[in-house]
C-alpha cells in the first residue's frame, strides 16, 4: 500500500511533514470484528468510540510503542505528567519509535506521538503539538473525521451491496478506511480553532505559549532544510498557510505579554 500514515486526527498540526519514509502501519487488519456489524445510517456517536478504540488497540499492537524504559517514552511520561485528565477528557500518551515527524490523538483520547517530531522538537514545543491534538479530540473534529471515514468508504461498500443492511467490515474495506483516514484533512477554520486551543492548553500548564508559534516555525524549518526538496517540500507547498499560522500565534502571545524564549 502506497500509504505513509494513518492518522485519524490527521497529523500534525494539519502540516504533516515527512522527512523520511513514513513508517507508522496502516490499520489493514481487523478494527470491526465480525460481530461488530453496524448499519450505517444508524451508527452512534458511541459506535464510533467503539470503532476508534479498536483502531487505536491495533495501531499500538502494530507499531513499535516504546517501552516504559525507554528515553522518549519517559521524557513524553514526564512531560504529560498530570495530564490524564484535561479538561473533562481522559488522555493517555504513548510514543511511536518511528521517524515520521507526526502526532495524532483520537475521539477516545488516545493521544500518539512519533519519535521524529520528539527528536526535533524541544519539549515545550512537542506539549505545544500536544495540545494542538487535544483540540481536535475536544472540538470533536477527530471524532467527525473517523465517523466521515467510516460512512464513506469501509461501510458504505458493504451497505451497498447488502441492501442497506449491517454490514460486516472486510480487509479490503479496512484498507480503504485506512486509505480514507490517512487522506483526511480538518478545515483550515478547524485547524485554527485547533491553534487556539493548544495556545490555551500551553497557558494552562505555565509554558509559555510563544511555543504553539514555535513549534510551526521548526516545522518552516524542517520543511526549508529537506536536502531532496522531495517529500518534505511537496507536502509543505500543498499546506501555504504555515506560515500565516506562525504568525497569528506569535502576535497572540505577543499581544499577551508573553516574551518569545531564546530557546
Ligand atoms: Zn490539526
Known amino acids: ?5 494513518a492518522t485519524i486526527a490527521l497529523g500534525l498540526l494539519g502540516t504533516s511533514i515527512t522527512l523520511s519514509q513514513a513508517q507508522i502501519k496502516l490499520n489493514s487488519k481487523t478494527i470491526g470484528s465480525a460481530t461488530k456489524a453496524v448499519q450505517a445510517v444508524t451508527l452512534s456517536n458511541d459506535d464510533v468510540i467503539a470503532y476508534t478504540k479498536e483502531y487505536i488497540t491495533w495501531m499500538d499492537e502494530n507499531n513499535p510503542v516504546a517501552p516504559a524504559d525507554n528515553e522518549l ?3 513524553l511520561t514526564k512531560l504529560t505528567s498530570g495530564l490524564t485528565n484535561y479538561d473533562g477528557q481522559t488522555l493517555n500518551f504513548k510514543v511511536y519509535l518511528v521517524r515520521d515527524v507526526n502526532a495524532f ?3 477516545d483520547g488516545s493521544v500518539r506521538v512519533c519519535a521524529g517530531l520528539m527528536e526535533v522538537m524541544s519539549d515545550n514545543e512537542v506539549l505545544g503539538v500536544i495540545g494542538h491534538e487535544i483540540g481536535h479530540v475536544k472540538n470533536m473534529d477527530s471524532r467527525d473525521a473517523f465517523k466521515t471515514a467510516l460512512l464513506t468508504s469501509a461501510l458504505k461498500d458493504g451497505v451497498s451491496s447488502q441492501g442497506g ?3 460486516t467490515l472486510s480487509d479490503s474495506q479496512l484498507g480503504e478506511l485506512g486509505e480514507q483516514v ?5 478545515s483550515r477554520k478547524q485547524e485554527s480553532v485547533a491553534d487556539d486551543y493548544g495556545y490555551k492548553f500551553l497557558k494552562d ?3 509559555n505559549p510563544w511555543y ?3 513549534a510551526f516555525e521548526r516545522l518552516q524549518e524542517l520543511s526549508g532544510g529537506a536536502s531532496d ?3 518534505a517540500k511537496k507536502l509543505f507547498s500543498s499546506h501555504p498557510d504555515t506560515g500565516k499560522r506562525v504568525t497569528e500565534m506569535a502576535k497572540k502571545a505577543e499581544k499577551d505579554g508573553f516574551t518569545k524564549p531564546t530557546e
Not at 500500500?1 to 500514515?5: A, E, P, Y
Open 73 to 75: 517514552a519517559q521524557r
Open 205 to 207: 500548564n505555565n509554558v
Open 182 to 186: 490517512a487522506n483526511m484533512s480538518f
Open 229 to 231: 526538496g522531495g517529500a
Open 212 to 214: 504553539m508559534s514555535m
Open 165 to 167: 443492511t449491517a454490514a
Open 1 to 5: 500500500m502506497k500509504l505513509k500514515i
Open 105 to 107: 490523538a483520537c475521539a
